[in-house]
């Protein structure tokens, strides 16, 4: 489904004034990756990026065409670990935060596993400025 233009405009407005929501969304696109949900997560990424740093000069950071990462992130797209990793570190310096997995033990999340439900790995974000 296409987001409309007003939503997208709606959710760089809140990304430019709103910096917890900035770190939401960011981690919410990188929790999403995690759990497996590739499609969302690239949804997420997009909207963040071209909300925050824009294609462009994410393009002259990583040395890539600002067309092949949209492409990388788009709805056909399937990025490498290297460049995904390489987008999202560079993410994470921009925002001044940092990402870490943790791993948790319980049955619950082997029970959900065994019916099929996707478990989230748990992100803490730590803002380091």
Known sequence: MALTRDFKETIRARV?????????????????????????????LRDFIN??????KLGEITHRSAK???RMLGPSGNPQARNLFEIVG??????????EVRPTRGS?????????????????ADARR
């Open 51 to 56: 909300a925050t740093v824009g294609f462009r």
């Open 68 to 70: 092949s990462l949209m």
């Open 16 to 44: 430019q004034r709103d910096p917890g929501f900035r770190k939401a969304l960011i981690r919410e696109g990188i929790e999403n990756f995690l759990s497996g949900d590739v499609e969302t997560g690239k949804i997420i």
């Open 90 to 99: 560079y993410l994470q310096e921009a925002e001044g935060v940092q990402f």
């Open 108 to 124: 619950v999340g082997r029970a959900r596993r065994r019916a099929g439900s996707r478990r989230r790995a748990p992100l803490a």
